[in-house]
């Protein structure tokens, strides 16, 4: 069975990776970062995801806290964006754009695979129905592929570390037929930046969130403060 590390923050997307590598047959060692972030109900979010699929002993939590910020996410100054269209959303980095995150994420993920003899890293980025962030498209990852190739002894040795990215090209809807086919539990996962719950329903992650459901045509099992 080949080992993956699946970064896992509780949230939708990597909910779906998780159903995603278990149905491809992988032995799965959950990995998630605690940053920081205002929403750490998606940590508790994330435990649970790892227990539903009974990981929670190989799930590791990073604590780098106080080491990201300069985002709406982290840091207290700076208020989280409500109520944009969702045309808005993702035409410009916006303000929840936290500064080398999913760099320092798969280095640190590299760092927790190599030695595991991981095969494979599987981050739920994706690139359509996104914030706009620029360490979500599909040009940072191939770059940071490189950058294992060429770094880590298992891709001088040539049996490298590949970047799973599964949902880069489906848009939330799709993802969210993906999931539920699978069976992925997104009744255990937690989307908003506020942190509250129930969630906001208005920030840009419940928003994007909600409108991916609605268009799949399913109820989003989770509970929400406004449903827009
Ligand atoms: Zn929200």
Known sequence: MEK???????????????????AAGKEIYPLTFAYGQKHTV???????????????????????????????????????????????????????????RNIVFLALALAQAEPLDARAI???VNALDFSGYPDCRPEFISAFQEVINKGTAAGVEGHGIRIETPLIHLTKA??????????????LSYSCYQGSV??????DACLLRLKG????????????????
């Open 4 to 22: 993956v590390i699946v970064v896992l923050s509780g949230g939708l997307d990597s909910t779906t990776c998780m159903a995603i590598a278990r």
């Open 42 to 100: 998606e940590l508790e979010a994330a435990r649970q995801v790892a227990s539903y699929y009974g990981v929670s002993g190989r799930h590791k939590i990073i604590n780098l806290e106080g080491l990201l910020s300069g985002s709406a996410l982290t840091d207290a100054d700076k208020e989280i964006p409500t109520g944009r269209s969702i045309s808005e959303i993702g035409r410009v980095i916006p303000s929840t754009y936290v500064p080398a």
């Open 122 to 124: 599987y981050l739920g």
């Open 174 to 187: 799709e993802i969210i037929k993906t999931g539920i086919k699978l069976g992925a539990p997104y009744h």
């Open 198 to 203: 129930p969630s906001c329903g208005t920030c």
């Open 213 to 228: 459901f609605q268009e799949a045509g399913v109820t989003d099992p989770i509970p929400y403060r406004n449903k827009g």
